[in-house]
């Protein structure tokens, strides 16, 4: 971790270094080496930095388990053929795949974004339910207040019932 008199610009280069996004303040500049740090953790110790992930992703029909196995190693064996295949850095970290395959790169960070956002969400739709509740709890009182404002108002005036004659109620 980087300590608290690290500056901002030594951070900004220590992420760039890493291959993370080096935009942010501080706070999301430490958080990112952080995170990247017990991720480098979490790496079995004999995995080599010389290798990457590689991903390719292909469509077939659904039938029985052997003929989808079939299609899927003939599916790869042309994607390996026709040399789809392309590098893409994602999260400072280097992927092989099909163009469909690196679009899944990623996509477990996305999900536990989503999942804090949605989390996020349902904390604030709390709030406001509370806020709901709350005002619910305050409309007969209101509504008391505004009736006995009305009658001081109507005090001393001339109140007719009937079309044409006086002033009418609440005016």
Partial sequence: MPPKSTKVGDL???CKSAGLD???DKADLVKRLKRHKSRKELLPEDQDDSKCDALSVTKS???SE???QNE???ALGQVLQEKELGVEKVRGEPFVGN???LGFTGLPDRVRALGERQSALEDEVNLLCDDLSTLKLCVPEYSRVQCSQRARLLVGRPICRRPGQGRP???
């Fill in 12 to 14: 900004r280069k220590q």
């Fill in 22 to 24: 080096a935009t942010g």
């Fill in 61 to 63: 029909e659904t039938s």
């Fill in 66 to 68: 052997e003929e989808m």
């Fill in 72 to 74: 899927a190693k003939d």
């Fill in 99 to 101: 163009r469909r395959g």
């Fill in 169 to 171: 109620l609440g005016k």
